[in-house]
Each structure stands twice: as C-alpha cells, then as structure tokens.
C-alpha cells in the first residue's frame, strides 16, 4: 500500500508539474518596443504582452491592430520600465535602431535583437527572415509560413491580374512628408521599392538612399522627374496640406499640374511582410482608379 500510495503521490506531482509547464508555456507573453517586430508578431498569432506608442503605431502602421489587452509600455526611445516590470514578458525583442535600450530592458526579462534593413541586403528575402525568425521563437512556425505564402500569393495575384502593363504605366516616385517643404523619397533597399519589384513597377528615383531606403529631400528635387506619378503615403505632418495648397512651387511641379498623383493611406515605411501586403493592395487599388498614371495618359 506504501509504495501504491508513494507512486500515486509522485504520478500527481509529475501531473502538477506538467500543469504548470503547459500553463507557462501558454502564458508566454513577447513584448517589443519596434513595429515591425509587433506588426509581424501580431500577423503571426504571437501572444503579446506590451507594444510600445500605440497611438503612433495606429496613425503610422495601422495594420494588424494591436488587441486591447496588448498595454501600452510608452515611447518607443523611453519606454516605461515600471508599467513593464508588472507582467515581465518572456522576452522583449528590440531592432538595431533600440539596441542602447538594452541594458535597462534587460533588467526586466531577457532581450532579443532582430535586424532588418541591413545595407547591402535583399529587402524582400530579409523580410521572409524575419517573419521566420520571429515564427520559431514564439513556436509559431507554421503561421510565419503561412505569412510568407500569403504574401508571395497576394503579390503574383496583384501583378498578374493588374490591367496595364508595366510599360504602360508611368514610373512613381513614392514619398512621405517630413514637412511642407521637405519630403523622404524611397528607393533602394526600403519596403516600397521592394513591392514594386514584386508587383513589376518602376520607381522613378533613381538616386542614392540611405540605409533605411530613403533620401530626404526638398520638393523642388521632384520637379526633375516631370513624366513620374507622385505617390503620396499619409500621415501628412499636421497643417502641411493646407501650406502645400498656397505652394506656388508645389503647385508647379509637373505631377501636381498634370493630376498625376496618388495617396494612400498611412503604410509602415520601415515593416515587413504585413507591411507590404497592404502597400501592394492598396497602391494597386489606386493605380486602376487613376487613370492620369499611364504613360498615355501623360501624352
């Protein structure tokens, strides 16, 4: 009877410790101060605990939403260590860009560091990186290939449905305001010209960018590729429409004379794969509603 009662009491301890890891490894929570980190997370079904600038992330990402239950841990640059500390995540996962966060970050739960828009890199491959990357951590492997497929899918559906040819269509330059006078223009190794290789687009600019795929420049610079569609991704920087509507030099350069322009809503410029789905959707959706971008009519 002693050794049936010492076995039932070691099987429910072994059971209870099973419990507890099941129940560990369900609650493991991922935290992350970078959006791109938390659009991919998020796209892939990871459980996570903290984002940070929500608000921010809401006007400049938009997509995938954050869940409510998802707290808010403050500036991306200054997070609130205090509000992190409540619920440590398993670990915070941080891009090169926060990597002097790390010693603070670290006394809360262990840091992991993920890169993307490495210089001298394929944007496209580094995307599906890190989808992969993220998709083993938080054990979510089968949903990051999936993400992957989904995207490939979504960007052969796009080019090979799309009713004008590539030549057919006039070469874009694609920009975000800084200011009313100042604009970033994306070319090689940013997300948006990585999409437009997959949707078989040209990009207009043909100048170097740095290592995040954009150079900042005033908008006189435009004026210097007249038979290009200006695509512009919101936000706008607030009173910069109403200024551009009084520009004498906005109102010159030939894309604004001519109505060759395109605005979308706001598209993470630095994300990933989630990022990029939405930018090819939404660009294609507004190419084929603005006939102004074709080559013929520019003539």
Same mark, same amino acid.
């Given at each position: 009877?002693?050794?049936?009662?010492?076995?039932?009491?070691?099987?429910?301890?072994?059971?209870?410790?099973?419990?507890?890891?099941?129940?560990?490894?369900?609650?493991?929570?991922?935290?992350?101060?970078?959006?791109?980190?938390?659009?991919?997370?998020?796209?892939?079904?990871?459980?996570?605990?903290?984002?940070?600038?929500?608000?921010?992330?809401?006007?400049?990402?938009?997509? +995938?939403?954050?869940?409510?239950?998802? %707290?808010? *841990?403050?500036?991306?640059?200054? &997070?609130? !260590? @205090?509000?992190? #500390?409540? $619920? +440590?995540?398993?670990?915070?996962?941080? %891009?090169? *860009?926060?990597?002097?966060?790390? &010693?603070? !970050? @670290?006394?809360? #739960?262990? $840091?992991?560091?993920?890169?993307?828009?490495?210089?001298?890199?394929?944007?496209?491959?580094?995307?599906?990186?890190?989808?992969?990357?993220?998709?083993?951590?938080?054990?979510?492997?089968?949903?990051?290939?999936?993400?992957?497929?989904?995207?490939?899918?979504?960007?052969?559906?796009?080019?090979?449905?799309?009713?004008?040819?590539?030549?057919?269509?006039?070469?874009?330059?694609?920009?975000?305001?800084?200011?009313?006078?100042?604009?970033?223009?994306?070319?090689?190794?940013?997300?948006?010209?990585?999409?437009?290789?997959?949707?078989?687009?040209?990009?207009?600019?043909?100048?170097?960018?740095?290592?995040?795929?954009?150079?900042?420049?005033?908008?006189?610079?435009?004026?210097?590729?007249?038979?290009?569609?200006?695509?512009?991704?919101?936000?706008?920087?607030?009173?910069?429409?109403?200024?551009?509507?009084?520009?004498?030099?906005?109102?010159?350069?030939?894309?604004?004379?001519?109505?060759?322009?395109?605005?979308?809503?706001?598209?993470?410029?630095?994300?990933?794969?989630?990022?990029?789905?939405?930018?090819?959707?939404?660009?294609?959706?507004?190419?084929?509603?603005?006939?102004?971008?074709?080559?013929?009519?520019?003539?």
């Amino acid at each position: 009877m002693r050794h049936t009662s010492l076995f039932c009491l070691l099987a429910r301890c072994g059971l209870f410790a099973a419990c507890l890891l099941s129940i560990s490894n369900a609650q493991a929570q991922w935290a992350t101060v970078d959006w791109t980190i938390a659009e991919t997370l998020l796209a892939i079904d990871a459980p996570v605990s903290s984002v940070a600038q929500q608000s921010d992330y809401r006007a400049w990402v938009g997509e +995938p939403r954050i869940p409510d239950n998802v %707290s808010d *841990m403050g500036l991306r640059t200054q &997070p609130n !260590l @205090e509000l992190l #500390a409540q $619920v +440590p995540p398993e670990q915070t996962l941080i %891009s090169p *860009m926060f990597a002097g966060l790390t &010693p603070r !970050l @670290e006394k809360i #739960a262990p $840091v992991t560091l993920f890169s993307l828009y490495s210089p001298g890199t394929d944007t496209w491959q580094e995307m599906q990186t890190l989808t992969r990357q993220l998709g083993e951590l938080t054990e979510r492997q089968p949903q990051a290939e999936q993400l992957i497929e989904e995207t490939q899918a979504l960007m052969a559906t796009l080019r090979e449905s799309r009713p004008l040819s590539q030549s057919e269509i006039a070469p874009l330059l694609m920009v975000q305001f800084m200011d009313a006078r100042h604009v970033r223009v994306f070319g090689e190794n940013s997300l948006y010209n990585a999409v437009l290789e997959q949707l078989d687009l040209s990009n207009a600019w043909d100048q170097a960018t740095n290592a995040w795929g954009f150079a900042l420049v005033g908008i006189e610079t435009l004026a210097r590729y007249p038979e290009a569609t200006l695509v512009i991704i919101d936000p706008l920087p607030a009173g910069a429409e109403e200024k551009l509507a009084k520009s004498g030099l906005w109102q010159q350069l030939p894309s604004v004379r001519h109505d060759r322009i395109v605005r979308l809503p706001p598209v993470w410029s630095f994300g990933a794969l989630p990022s990029a789905q939405r930018f090819a959707r939404k660009l294609t959706t507004a190419l084929e509603a603005a006939p102004s971008v074709s080559h013929q009519g520019n003539e």
